[in-house]
């Protein structure tokens, strides 16, 4: 598919969930970019998880905008409500959007939909209405949107690696069926109004900062108190497992390539943004394990497999995520780089300084 190049300076740029994991890193990196540009940033500051992590990458940002003499306005505000979402846009016009405001989780999905149906299906339609909207009155409107969806949408797939080429329509969690939605509503919209989209199916993002409720911050947690952590399906679960750089690397390659109007004159794409390596679970925490002894976090002789309990599979997981990239690859030079050891590292050493002080 033919792509139109995009130069980001003197870009505006709307993110939405930018207090979020991969939403903070972007901006970080864009800031530290040699593009100028203004960044809008929306957020809600939610309690899903601890709201000071969210604070502390706000922080970040805006120290590292002030240091890089860039424009950031910060927005608290929530995109399910269509009058913040509009004002945003006739306020600052922003020529890409990157919609990575998201309830996020699949286990939490299962108790408390509203959440989901609110932030994933309400909230979107108000960024695709906006965007429509955007190219009112002669106005050159929205260059590229690109929004968040998630390896999840291949439920129960067992063809392997996943491809965007392959049928999803049989979700095992009401987040995955959020997310399959946001594909058919931006597909809709492309189609309709002409609005450059595409879809980024992320596959379990990790890293410093991340979010608490991923298994890796959750497992760190509970070994430091000197709890037991729970390990599904007896730890034969693969997962593809992207550092949070590689993420960002992609994002911003995507960012500067929109698509044009494909066979079907649509100009929609979607792409797998994953590490193309599934990593079996048992030995992605003996990894951290390690790490964790490394950075003094636990200690030396902690007895690791006192702490393990292996346990049956949870309703709305699956055994496997595997992302083939190869369009990734051809048409931006995707490739991620950093090794499960590398990354987790990382992590522990931001773990250890952020939550130990020392």
């Known amino acids: 598919m033919l792509k139109k190049n995009i130069d980001l300076t003197e870009k505006t740029i709307l993110i939405t969930g930018i207090a979020g994991f991969i939403g903070a ?5 864009l800031l530290k970019s040699n593009h100028k540009m203004k960044i ?22 805006q120290y590292i905008s002030r240091k ?11 995109i399910s409500d269509l009058k913040t979402v509009n004002n945003i846009f006739n306020t600052y016009s922003p020529g890409i959007v990157v919609n990575l405001a998201a309830q996020a989780g699949v286990r939490y999905s299962i108790i408390n939909p509203d959440s989901y149906i609110r932030s994933n299906i309400t909230g979107f339609y108000n960024i695709l209405e906006a965007c429509r909207h955007s190219y009112d009155k002669g106005k050159s409107g929205v260059e590229h949107l690109l929004y968040a969806s998630s390896s999840s949408v291949y439920g129960s797939n067992r063809k392997t690696p996943y491809s965007v080429e392959d049928k999803v329509d049989n979700p095992v969690s009401l987040y995955a069926a959020t997310k399959k939605s946001n594909e058919l509503f931006a597909h809709a919209y492309a189609k309709l109004y002409g609005i450059p989209s595409t879809g980024l199916r992320f596959f379990t993002v990790y890293g410093p900062m991340g979010r608490p409720d991923m298994a890796y911050f959750g497992f760190t947690n509970k070994l430091l108190a000197g709890e037991k952590i729970r390990i599904f399906n007896y730890g034969n ?5 992207t550092y949070i750089d590689d993420i960002v690397t992609g994002v911003m390659g995507i960012m500067q390539r929109s698509p044009l109007p494909n066979q079907d004159g ?11 390596k599934p990593e079996n679970l048992l030995d992605f925490i003996n990894i951290l394990q390690e790490e964790l002894k490394r950075t003094e976090i636990l200690p030396i002789d902690y007895d690791f497999e006192a702490h393990k309990e292996l346990v049956e599979m949870q309703p709305g997981d699956v055994e496997v995520t595997f992302a083939d990239i190869e369009e990734l690859e051809k048409d931006i030079g995707f490739k991620p780089e950093t090794s499960l050891k590398e990354g987790l590292g990382l992590f522990a050493d931001w773990y250890k300084e952020y939550y130990l002080g020392f």
């Open 25 to 29: 890193n972007l901006a970080i990196r």
């Open 40 to 61: 809008i940033g929306i957020d809600n500051l939610n309690d899903y998880y601890d709201v000071s992590l969210k604070e502390e990458r706000l922080k970040q940002i």
């Open 68 to 78: 890089a003499l860039k424009d950031f306005i910060f927005i608290k505000g929530d």
């Open 237 to 241: 679960c693969k997962r593809d497992f």
């Open 266 to 276: 649509i100009p929609y794409k979607v792409y797998n943004i994953g590490n193309n």
